[in-house]
């Protein structure tokens, strides 16, 4: 089973077990710990958040037009404007209209929204 794509369709939940006394949230798609502690949206880990955005059905194949992105964030359970604090300066493009934000973009913007960081770690600099 390849992480994240069966769920494409189901409204997903965040899953918050309890482990002998801890909280854990877990992964919707393959159930791994996600973090411990707090409860969180967080319904993905990031390898299947990776997937899920990478094989999100979309017309441009080249990355998310606005209302595709707005559809992704209410599915991923993330707050729009977190989202586009986080997403900050970054390159796009313009198809037909449509401004276009990239998969990977996307990715890192909605992993910093389930981790509630601030700033991206230097490694996800591009
Ligand atoms: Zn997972």
């Known amino acids: 089973m390849k992480h ?17 006394g801890n909280g854990a949230m877990l992964c919707n798609s393959c159930s791994v ?6 409860k969180t949206s967080a319904l993905l880990c990031s390898k299947c958040l990776k997937t899920y955005i990478y094989e999100y059905p979309l017309k441009y194949e080249e990355g998310f037009t ?10 991923l359970l993330i707050v729009k404007e977190k989202f586009f604090e986080n997403l900050g300066v970054h390159t796009g493009m ?33």
């Open 33 to 38: 710990i996600i973090s411990t502690g707090k």
């Open 94 to 126: 313009v198809i037909e209209g449509n401004s276009i934000t990239y998969h990977t973009d996307v990715f890192t913007a909605t992993k910093m929204c389930y981790e509630d960081r601030d700033s991206m770690y230097w490694w996800e600099f591009d």
């Open 4 to 20: 994240g794509s069966p769920i494409k369709n189901i409204n997903m939940k965040p899953i918050y077990k309890f482990n002998s």
């Open 66 to 75: 606005g209302k595709e992105l707005s559809e992704l964030l209410t599915k």
